[in-house]
């Protein structure tokens, strides 16, 4: 029996978005329109390719997928970036990860992720999961962007990379899209360790008795100096 799979045809609200717990797995994909967002999660999510797609709306993918023999609720949120000033920044706090996709065979898709990427940065988005996807790997004909310049790219911004071609090759898409979740998870769990750490008492202690010692430097210090 295939697992469930649902594409909501209306825009995402952030009610919907907010519904979903951080247990599961939450992406959102960025990058502009024509790139082959809503192609690449709808060949990773059923195997399918469809190419034809209203792309002026976000919307919201929910599906049960198993990742290392157990099953997984995946919610991938996609996106058509405009600028951003109009990106919420509610998408990215709900995000565990974060997909950049550009067209290999447009090298504008390209050069507008920097713009995206500084975005997230700008939102303190770094420690989240940022992998980039260049789409269209099958017209290697047509290619606009060199190996080089998206080794360089993600190397910059600590992004995984990828390439793939939503219409040729499923194994490639499922590839991409399976390691990304599994290092999402991998940085939840490291997270989740870190916050249970932080909210241990006599880690709070430890804690604070070296800001104390820190503090007390600081002013013998400052007093040193005032008097010199």
């Not at 709306?57 to 951003?84: N, R």
């Not at 600590?158 to 898409?173: E, G, I, Q, R």
Request: charge should be positive; proline fraction near 3%.
């Amino acid at each position: 029996m295939p697992l469930p799979f649902h594409k909501d045809p209306k825009p995402a609200t952030e009610e919907k978005i907010q519904k979903h717990s951080h247990k599961d797995v939450n992406i959102l994909i960025l990058g502009i329109q024509g790139v082959g967002k809503s192609a690449l999660t709808v060949r990773f999510l059923t195997k399918r390719f469809i190419g034809d797609y209203e792309t002026e709306h976000e919307s919201l993918c929910s599906h049960v997928i198993m990742i290392d023999g157990k099953p997984l609720s995946i919610h991938i949120l996609d996106t058509a970036w405009k600028a951003g000033a109009c990106m919420k920044d509610e998408y990215l706090l709900w995000a565990d990860g974060v997909i950049l996709v550009y067209s290999m065979v447009d090298k504008s898709s390209f050069d507008k992720l920097r713009e995206i990427v500084e975005w997230i940065f700008a939102k303190k988005g770094e420690e989240k999961v940022i992998a980039v996807i260049g789409n269209k790997s099958d017209l290697i004909h047509r290619k606009q962007v060199s190996d080089t310049e998206a080794t360089q790219f993600c190397a910059e911004y600590n992004c995984l990379s990828f390439d793939t071609s939503a219409s040729d090759s499923y194994t490639d898409v499922s590839n991409a899209f399976n390691t990304i979740i599994r290092e999402i998870k991998l940085n939840n769990k490291k997270r989740e360790k870190l916050n249970k750490l932080m909210h241990n008492p006599s880690v709070l202690a430890k804690l604070q008795i070296r800001q104390s010692l820190k503090n007390l430097a600081e002013m013998k210090w400052r007093s040193r100096t005032s008097t010199m």
